[in-house]
Structures are given as structure tokens and as C-alpha cells.
């Protein structure tokens, strides 16, 4: 299972929202690429990025930063946050991003978002965010009547490389991840399932580890706070995952 460490944009610095609430702000590092060089360092094989002004505005806004994460790291970047047509997701794909993650845009012109899976095969990711088990867009501050697993199921025979389901009202507090909510989500579709939200220690992950073997398409976790804050040693989370992926293999 992949660890994806998050790197949240807001103003050009790294930040945690509480909640997903933009007023509900801290920085942890005022050089976020500073901030990549040292999650690939210690041994991730990815990172999840988003542009939270893009993800409110519907443009990007922290393009300058994005393109330095890119330029500073070897691993690959997917990233979200007012991407919401071809031409934007083609400029990001160019520029060295692995994935493009949809959004407000998956909600709201679904017939774009196929397009995008059909032109960009495997570029292309769902961003599932809940607040009281309904999807949330335009940053989270438009919440709908709409389901998770409704909206994945969209997308089922379009190629989609993943779904990234965030629990927004655990986002930021460190309560544990949405454990029904995910298990849910994977019983239901064949895409592969990333999960966020409230993901705080060795515990959250053993749980989410002993899903995923219920349930293969279970990929990966985001983590963001925990990791910031130091609850959570990333080093360590990283050994959880390798330790039970040999053991799988073995």
C-alpha cells in the first residue's frame, strides 16, 4: 500500500486546514518544495498535492510552487485543486505531474472528466470528498445530496486510475479514518480506493491494512497532520506498509 504525504498550498506555503475550512489555517513549512525534498528523503514513493485557492477559486493560484515540488523531487506528484478542463489537465500532465486529480469537475461535467480518462489513460483521479457522507467541491464549501460510492460508479468503465475518498469532517483533527465509509466504498466498485482523513497512528493503519486484505483495491493512504505534527513517525508508517506488502508477497 502506498503512503502518499500530503502537501496542502495555500498563499504559496505548506499548510493543514482543520476540517477543510480555509480560515482554520497553519503553516508547517514556508518552502514547500524544501518540504518534498524531505518526504522523498525519507523514503516515499509519492506525494498528493493540492492547490487549495485553485480547489475555491477554479484556477490555479499555486502553480509557482507546484512546478518547484516537480522540479525538486524525483518521485511522482498527483495533484488537485481548480483543475477543470482538458486544456489545464493536459499543461499539468506536460509539466511533469503523474496524475490529475478531478473534482468539482467530476461532479458537475462528468462527460469532460471521461474524456479526460480516455485522452490521458491512467492520468486521471476521482477526488470522493464527504462531508456528512455527501460529496463537498468547489474547495468544500459546496456540499450536494450526492454519495461517494454514487459518484464513483460514474466513472466504473472509464479507466480511471483511482478514487481519493477525504472524510472532511475528520480532515486535520486526528480522530482516525472513516473506516465504514472506505470499506463501503471498496465493497462497492472495482477502482482503486485511496483514503484520507483523520489517519493519526500505527493503530489507523493496521485497520486500514486489515480492509485492504478483504479488499485488494485498497491502495493507499493520504496522510497530512499526523505527519506534521509528529504523532505520527513517517519513517515508521513506512515500515508498517513495507513489513505487511513483503509479507504479502512472501
Known sequence: MILFPAIDLKDGFCVRLLQGEMSQVTVFNKDPADQARRFAGVGCTWLHVVDLDGACTG??????????????????????????????????????????????VALHDPDLT???????????????????????????TETT??????????FEDVGVAAVIHTNIDRD????GPDLTAVTDLARNISIPVIIAGG?????????????????????????????YSGRL???QALSVLADTENTHNS
Open 199 to 227: 489517519i493519526a497512528s500505527l493503530e489507523d493503519l493496521q485497520a486500514i491494512l486489515t480492509i485492504a486484505r478483504s479488499f485488494p483495491k485498497l491502495k493507499g493512504v493520504i496522510i497530512g497532520r499526523a505527519l
Open 114 to 140: 471521461r474524456t479526460a480518462c480516455r485522452l490521458f489513460p491512467g492520468k486521471i483521479a476521482i477526488s470522493l470528498d464527504t462531508r456528512a457522507h455527501r460529496i463537498a467541491v468547489a474547495g468544500w
Open 145 to 154: 445530496s450526492v454519495t461517494a460510492v454514487e459518484l464513483a460508479l460514474r
Open 59 to 104: 484556477q490555479p493560484v499555486n502553480a509557482t510552487a507546484v512546478e518547484e515540488i516537480i522540479a525538486a523531487v524525483d518521485i511522482p506528484v498527483q495533484l488537485g485543486g481548480g483543475i477543470r478542463d482538458l486544456a489545464r489537465i493536459a499543461l499539468w500532465l506536460d509539466k511533469g505531474v503523474q496524475r490529475v486529480i478531478l473534482g468539482t
Open 172 to 175: 486535520g483533527v486526528m480522530a
Open 233 to 235: 513517525d513517517l519513517r
